[in-house]
């Protein structure tokens, strides 16, 4: 049971415009989303976080949205950098309890 | 910056062989994770610690694998013994807080069974 899934493996976009990356999750009780960046052969690096209670959270060129009616969230890079590109990880979970990764999205941002 | 430690970067073992792998938090974080990430695929718990005790040990083949924090700071899992399957990115990480904060990532071992 894949709770968490981002359904585009890639996306490619180019140098200075929108990249948009998505994340659907079924746990109506998950209360806190997170994003994380991973680069190659090395471990996830915390990106944003939303909870709940909020439904934009934004820092600097990141901004995460969350719909949770649709169950639905997305990250927007604004402008997209060619050091952006990496593989981007949704997390999601309950207060206390273990968080549940999506399978990642390959951002490709080109010059 | 603080970072969370782990060795060794890479292990190649044969299968039915014993592996280790170690984890130094971020100093003062009391939680500590272990968890596993197949090529393709999201990063899987395996277990939780906070300070010493395990917290979350559901996900962990608990018949090969096992994880210890005995003194609340440093982390040890062990497969014994290894199988073909178990051929993935073993990262730890560590947050302040046990919930729902960030986890600060390692660089993970990547293990390779031969």
């Known amino acids: 049971d894949q709770q968490v899934k981002q359904n585009s493996p890639s996306l490619s976009v180019q140098e200075g415009r929108i990249s948009i990356l998505n994340c659907d999750y079924t746990?109506?009780?998950?209360?806190?989303f997170l994003w994380y960046k991973k680069y190659p052969a090395e471990g996830p690096t915390f990106l944003i976080s939303?909870?709940?209670?909020?439904d934009k959270n934004e820092d600097g060129r990141f901004t995460v949205f969350l719909n949770k009616s649709a169950k639905h969230l997305s990250l927007h890079i604004v402008p997209s950098q060619p050091g952006d590109s990496a593989v981007y990880f949704c997390a999601s979970g309950t207060s206390g309890s273990r968080l549940t990764f999506g399978e990642g999205t390959q951002l490709t941002v080109n010059p | 910056e603080a970072e969370v430690a782990q060795s060794p970067r890479y292990k190649i073992t044969e299968k039915s062989q014993a592996v280790a792998f170690w984890c130094d938090p971020i100093s003062g974080h009391a939680t500590l994770y272990w968890y596993r990430q197949i090529l393709g695929q999201g990063p899987e718990l395996l277990v939780q610690?906070?300070?010493?005790?395990?917290?979350?040990d559901s996900q962990l083949p608990k018949d090969r694998f096992s994880a210890e924090r005995l003194k609340g700071v440093d982390s040890t899992l062990k497969i014994q013994p290894a199988e073909l399957g178990d051929s993935a990115m073993y990262l730890c990480a560590s947050s302040f807080f046990q919930g729902n904060t960030e986890a600060f990532f390692g660089q993970g071992t990547r293990l390779t069974v031969v």
């Open positions: 939303i909870s709940s209670i909020k």
């Open positions: 746990n109506s009780m998950f209360d806190y």
């Open positions: 610690f906070q300070d010493e005790s395990v917290v979350d």
